[in-house]
């Protein structure tokens, strides 16, 4: 192992398991996601809901201004709300493929 490998390596193993932990909740989010479509389309509701998708992104960002109230936070805060705001496209997506599934079955 080099140096770098070593110095670094429980600062990797740490990112690892946030990694690991991250991946598993976005399993379950995405598990969610699908049991919603479902909903939506029987009770004939839109997979995209702008309100809805604002107060995610919102929501998200401002849990970190909270946590961390300087300007870092803020900066944090904008990164959270980028990421945010492309998980939830994704999620649109995979509403609006499920939805256009079920639809079609019909």
């Known amino acids: 192992m080099s140096r ?13 398991a946030l990694d690991d932990q991250i ?7 995405f598990k969610l ?6 909903v939506k389309h029987e009770n004939k509701i839109p997979a995209i809901i702008e309100e809805r998708i604002a107060q995610v992104i919102d929501r998200a960002g401002d849990r ?9 936070g803020q900066d944090d805060a904008d990164r959270i709300r980028e990421i ?3 998980m ?3 999620s649109c997506d995979l509403e609006e493929e499920i939805l ?3 639809s079609g079955r019909k």
Do not use: C, F, G, N
């Open 33 to 38: 996601i699908r049991e919603v479509s479902v």
């Open 88 to 90: 939830v496209v994704i």
């Open 64 to 72: 970190v201004e909270a946590a961390l109230p300087d300007e870092q």
């Open 100 to 102: 256009k599934e079920s």
């Open 4 to 16: 770098t490998q070593e110095i670094m390596k429980p600062y990797r193993d740490r990112i690892d």
């Open 84 to 86: 945010y705001a492309l």
């Open 23 to 29: 991946v598993d909740l976005m399993i379950e989010r």
